[in-house]
């Protein structure tokens, strides 16, 4: 069983910058599609970022194109979320997820696409 352990949150002031990552247990991320998502309090979990398994496309939610960016380092099993500007409104646990089998030309922002995911990490933007 594939294990995504994600580290990197906390509580950061409005306009802020951090960095989340994910580390599968197994080598999985090769030509996998890699993405995160987020659920605030009371909201259903939502896209937020997305790589195709060729790492050629990569899709953001309009909430936070341009502040965010998703990278990944298949030699380490890792990918990353690196977030700037950050604002109260992105306060939410995130997730990150990795997808086998699908369209490796494609970043897939249903939840549904991914197979395995990660325990979630709490981020906190005060204002």
């Known amino acids: 069983q594939v294990q995504l352990v994600e580290s990197g949150g906390g509580l950061v002031q409005e306009g802020g910058s951090l960095r989340l990552s994910c580390t599968a247990s197994e080598g999985t991320f090769t030509s996998a599609s890699v993405g995160w998502f987020r659920q605030a309090p009371g909201k259903e979990r939502e896209f937020v970022a997305a790589n195709s398994g060729s790492g050629i496309q990569t899709k953001y939610s309009f909430d936070v194109n341009g502040r965010f960016t998703i990278s990944r380092n298949n030699a380490k099993n890792t990918m990353y979320l690196q977030m700037h500007s950050l604002k109260p409104e992105d306060t939410a646990i995130y997730y990150c997820?990795?997808?086998?089998?699908?369209?490796?030309?494609?970043?897939?922002?249903?939840?549904?696409?991914?197979?395995?995911w990660g325990q979630g990490t709490q981020v906190t933007v005060s204002s």
């Open positions: 997820a990795v997808g086998l089998g699908g369209d490796p030309h494609t970043a897939p922002m249903l939840a549904t696409s991914y197979t395995y």
